[in-house]
């Protein structure tokens, strides 16, 4: 009995803290859509906002890695008239793990741009700075054709 009593209280306990977490991989989430949104507008101030000093970016195979420099570089020449044939970015799949002040945000984005749409796997690793959550690392992997779900 005082078993069962206990498991229950401590279930109402832990309650508030499953609901916040809820809510708080909801953020990440919505956060990290915002990251695509930023990319897809070459949004050099959010971009400069969200990523970490340290930030580094793995591209398909490593082909190209970028740092928050290279990343922001980007986009801003992309605001000043260069050529950018990405017509969407479409995220699907999220999860969210949390541990401590990190939280890693992994899925699927396709990517239309000419020729064809590009599948990516990524997984995003976020650190809480000061209250607010800061891009570190991303690693995004194209998926085959033949793989895509």
Known sequence: MKKALLSLCLMFLSLPLLLAQSQEEKALIQLDLAWEKALLESDVDFLENLLAEDFIWV???????????KAVARAKRIQAGQADN??????????????????VVSGFTVVD????????????????????????ANHTMAVPDEEVK
């Open 113 to 136: 741009r000419p020729p064809s749409p590009v599948t990516y796997h990524f997984m995003r690793t976020y650190v809480k700075v000061n209250g607010e959550y800061k891009l570190l």
């Open 86 to 103: 990405t017509k969407g970015r479409a995220s699907r799949d999220q999860q969210v793990i949390i541990l401590g002040e990190t939280a």
């Open 59 to 69: 591209h398909n195979h490593a082909g190209t890695i970028d740092d928050k420099a």
